[in-house]
């Protein structure tokens, strides 16, 4: 394993300077923070601040037009194509949507990363997909099911189980709990902070959720504008005189939060 040589006390994600353009606008513009191993990072900011894009650019998806991404010790952008495969490996994102392959049942679902990237028998990756939905908390019986026969709640849990296929040590989620009600939100965060515990996992989670970042997250980067607007604890936040944090931490829709 990649991350077996290099010592524990490094971040798994370091930031630095990253430069994201999307055609000849200049998205990310100089962005710093380290992700730590085993936290769960919350990434906030206004609409249109880079959050998604920061978060596809850092599994590959958009290009870096600048600075370094270094993910377990390694330069992201100077990795051959074998070493990105094996780096990508380390990692199970959730998209937003879920983005579960429609025509494919959950258990297919589960077991499409693994036919890809493991060579195992039908009979193990299948009880491996098994122990999957049991790990988030779905019965066995939503195995045979196809996403559209799913509430939202179950198709997180199963999009959940297939970013977890390949045992990753890095999980980025984007907004897991949007489209949740509090109940199913609030059982979602507990879910990820039960996986950070028992699975040792790093998770970094854009989100526009309050509740999330209070009971889940163990730190905060906020940006704006494609930069970073400030790095800490909830109780840094909270105490920033920072005027989007301001309003962010301490207006109508914030009343519970660090009471
Ligand atoms: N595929 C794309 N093509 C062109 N512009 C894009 C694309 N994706 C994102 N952008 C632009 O990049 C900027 C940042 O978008 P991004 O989705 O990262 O924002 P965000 O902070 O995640 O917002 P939200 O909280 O609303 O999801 C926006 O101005 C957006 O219009």
């Known amino acids: 394993m990649i991350n077996a040589l290099i010592p524990e006390a490094d971040p798994a994600i370091t930031v630095d300077g990253l430069v ?6 200049t998205i990310i513009n100089g962005l710093n923070f380290d992700l730590h191993r085993r936290e769960i990072l919350g990434l906030i ?5 880079g959050k998604s894009v920061t978060l596809r650019a850092l599994i590959g998806l958009l290009p870096h037009a600048g600075g370094n991404v270094t993910v377990m010790g390694r330069n992201y952008a100077q990795l051959n194509r074998r070493q990105r495969v094996e780096t990508q490996r380390n990692w199970g994102v959730l998209f937003q949507q879920g983005a579960l392959f429609s025509s494919l049942t959950v258990k297919e679902n589960i077991e499409f ?3 890809e990237h493991l060579h195992l028998s039908p009979k193990l990756r299948s009880d491996i997909a098994m122990i999957k939905l049991d790990l988030v908390g779905l019965p066995a019986a939503a195995a045979h099911s196809y996403p559209a026969e799913l509430s939202g709640g179950m198709i997180k849990r199963a999009a959940l189980a297939r970013a977890l296929a390949l045992d990753p040590q890095i999980l980025f989620l984007d907004e897991p709990t949007a489209g949740l009600d509090p109940i199913g939100a609030g059982k979602f965060d507990e879910l990820i902070v039960t996986l950070r515990d028992t699975l040792g996992l790093t998770v970094l989670m854009v989100t526009h959720d309050l509740d999330s970042l209070a009971m889940a997250c163990d730190r905060i980067v906020a940006l704006a504008d494609g930069k970073l607007l400030k790095a800490g604890t909830m109780a840094e936040m909270l105490q920033s005189d920072q005027p989007w944090l301001q309003e962010y931490f301490h207006g109508p829709r914030a009343r519970n939060i660090g009471s």
Not at 20 to 25: A, E, L, P, Q, Y
Not at 45 to 49: K, L
């Open 45 to 49: 900011g206004p609409s249109g601040s």
């Open 20 to 25: 994201v353009k999307i055609g000849s606008r």
């Open 113 to 115: 990363q693994m036919r």
